[in-house]
C-alpha cells in the first residue's frame, strides 16, 4: 500500500509538472506567447497611425466634395489652374521666359 501511495504521489508529481512545463512554454514561446503580443500591439499602433492620416485625408477630401456641391468658387479655381479660364472681364498677359544667352563655344560663358 506505501508503494502505491508513492508512485500515485511521484506521477501526480510527474503531471503536475509536465503541465507546468507546458504552460510556461506557450506563455514565453508558444502561439500567444508574450512576444506574439508585443508584435501585435507594435502593429496595432502603426495600423493607428495609417488610420489618423488616413482620415485626415478623407475629412480633406470631404471638405474638398461638399465645397464642390456648395459653391462656384471651387469650380472656378479648378477650371483656372487646369483649363486656363479666363472671365470675359479679365484681361489675360503670358510672359514668355527670358532667353538666355547662348554661350561661346569652346569657351566659358
Known amino acids: 500500500m506505501r508503494i502505491w501511495r508513492f508512485s500515485l504521489l511521484g506521477l501526480l508529481l510527474t503531471l503536475g509538472l509536465l503541465l507546468l512545463l507546458l504552460l510556461q512554454w506557450r506563455l514565453w514561446i508558444g502561439p500567444g506567447s508574450l512576444s506574439d503580443l508585443d508584435r501585435l500591439k507594435k502593429a496595432i499602433t502603426a495600423q493607428a497611425a495609417d488610420n489618423r492620416k ?8 470631404r471638405a474638398e466634395v461638399e465645397d464642390l456641391k456648395t459653391g462656384t468658387s471651387a469650380i472656378e479655381e479648378r477650371a483656372r489652374l487646369d483649363l486656363g ?25
Open 85 to 109: 479660364l479666363v472671365r470675359d472681364d479679365e484681361t489675360f498677359y503670358l510672359i514668355p521666359p527670358a532667353n538666355k544667352p547662348n554661350p561661346a563655344p569652346g569657351g566659358t560663358p
Open 54 to 61: 488616413l482620415e485626415e485625408r478623407n475629412r480633406v477630401l
